[in-house]
């Protein structure tokens, strides 16, 4: 698809849009760019067992809106940022994650700590909204080539990846059933602490 004239529409049928699959997400590009000045749109399905963990963006907003499944979700400065599991968190009002169902919408101001989990045993959909665009279309490309090249995952491309991108991971980020997990920051495995994506 191409965007023509900056005053033609965009229509994306179901099923349709470019698809990149991992083992943890499937996200389906559905506005790029290349369609809107104002945000990139995805599609996202979470597989059960994946946390994307606690993180910040420096530049970007998002919003999430959960169309099937459950999802454990938090968006708020935590009293303590402790750097284990986001789900014991607390803001100085005394908010905590919530479990978001099908019609829940999550709203992340730029620096906001923010995540998501999917602690059931069905995948859960959502439609996930990034400004500025292109930004996080590039990362999800460019994460997808470093977990693609092949070997072991390289936590340093990651955590170089981060940083350009103004990504700051609190806590690691966890795929339960998968080989290996992309640690916080390029941080190496930790023995003992489940599998990793």
């Not at 607390?90 to 829940?104: F, Q």
């Amino acid at each position: 698809m191409t965007y023509l004239h900056p005053t033609d529409g965009l229509v994306i049928p179901e099923g349709h849009g470019r698809t990149i699959r991992t083992r943890a997400q499937q996200v389906t590009f559905k506005v790029t760019g290349t369609h809107s000045l104002a945000a990139s749109s995805f599609e996202v399905v979470v597989a059960p067992g994946f946390d994307v963990g606690a993180h910040t963006h420096a530049r970007g907003e998002e919003l999430f809106y959960i169309i099937e499944g459950e999802l454990d979700v938090m968006a708020f400065e935590p009293r303590v940022r402790t750097t284990d599991d986001w789900r014991q968190w607390e803001s100085a009002s005394g908010e905590r994650y919530v479990r978001a169902k099908a019609g829940t919408m999550i709203l992340v101001p730029p620096g906001c700590p923010h995540a998501f989990a999917n602690h059931t045993d069905e995948p859960a959909k959502m439609f996930f909204q990034a400004s500025p665009p292109p930004d996080h279309e590039r990362y999800f490309e460019e994460l997808l080539e470093i977990l693609d090249s092949g070997g072991a995952v390289d936590h340093d491309a990651i955590a170089a990846l981060r940083e350009r991108y103004g990504i700051e991971q609190l806590t690691p980020l966890r795929h339960r059933g998968a080989p290996e997990r992309l640690s916080a920051v390029g941080a190496a495995p930790v023995e003992g602490s489940g599998p990793r994506v």
